[in-house]
């Protein structure tokens, strides 16, 4: 059974940092792209930022570029997002998602695998 389990969420001060991590198991994603997406409360789940299989492309949403980071260490069947500079507007749920090539990257369509999700909260 493929589980995608995110963590490192919690309640940051605005100009904080926090460190998602998302450990996949069962199956190996070292071929496909992963990505990160949210979902604040009445709103559409939108990409944050997804990396390609090797790590070498990543693409960024306008909102968190030059302020997120995405990386992954395929050894460890993980994916992680470096969150700098949060801001309030940065608070929704975070989910890591799995699967495709790097072609398509933006729709929630375009990926196979979905975790739980974790909650960020940034506070004013």
């Known amino acids: 059974q493929v589980q995608l389990v995110e963590s490192g969420g919690g309640l940051v001060q605005a100009g904080g940092s926090l460190r998602l991590s998302c450990a996949a198991s069962?199956?190996?994603?070292?071929?496909?792209?992963m990505g990160w997406f949210r979902q604040a409360p009445g709103k559409e789940r939108e990409l944050v930022a997804a990396?390609?299989?090797?790590?070498?492309?990543?693409y960024y949403g306008s909102s968190v570029k030059g302020r997120f980071t995405i990386s992954r260490d395929n050894a460890k069947n993980t994916v992680y997002l470096q969150m700098n500079s949060l801001k309030p507007e940065d608070t929704a749920t975070y989910y890591c998602?799995?699967?495709?090539?790097?072609?398509?990257?933006?729709?929630?369509?375009?990926?196979?695998?979905w975790g739980q999700g974790t909650q960020v909260t940034v506070s004013s």
């Open positions: 998602a799995a699967g495709g090539s790097f072609i398509r990257v933006v729709s929630t369509t375009q990926y196979d695998y």
């Open positions: 990396i390609s299989w090797s790590g070498g492309r990543t």
């Open positions: 069962g199956r190996t994603f070292s071929n496909d792209k």
